[in-house]
């Protein structure tokens, strides 16, 4: 029988994660009505970003995020709270399609929710 290392499940972990926000940043791309705020956006760099932030947040493994806090980089973007529940909307259909676990799901949702006022300026 062949063990894995914490290593190894952690690197799955972030290689799941990666995958989860590559998918969540092309659904909010097609999205007529959060495409806007990306333009003029390096979308590959948000993605490393962001995968890096949720693995932090998710696993514990340190990662060093490197970019701006959460109220600095989306200042001026002027999120709506409709546009921001779609997010939710995107990443809790991506979650269940890759059958990401409930305790996982509801972290993620209550995360999101945590730091809403940050991101709207609300």
Request: glycine fraction near 8%.
């Given at each position: 029988?062949?063990?894995?290392?914490?290593?190894?499940?952690?690197?799955?972990?972030?290689?799941a994660i990666a995958a989860l926000i590559d998918q969540l940043y092309d659904r909010m791309l097609a999205d007529e009505e959060l495409t806007h705020y990306f333009d003029g956006v390096d979308v590959q760099l948000l993605k490393q970003r962001q995968a890096t932030y949720l693995?932090?947040?998710?696993?514990?493994?340190?990662?060093?995020?490197?970019?701006?806090?959460?109220?600095?980089?989306?200042?001026?973007?002027?999120?709506?709270?409709?546009?921001?529940?779609r997010l939710i909307f995107h990443i809790n259909a991506l979650m269940r399609e890759h059958q990401v676990s409930l305790d996982n799901r509801v972290r993620v949702e209550s995360f999101l929710r945590s730091v809403k006022p940050h991101i709207t300026g609300k």
């Open positions: 029988m062949i063990t894995q290392t914490k290593q190894e499940l952690q690197h799955r972990g972030e290689q693995t932090e947040y998710l696993t514990g493994q340190e990662k060093h995020y490197q970019g701006s806090t959460l109220r600095h980089a989306h200042q001026g973007l002027h999120i709506t709270f409709e546009h921001y529940e």
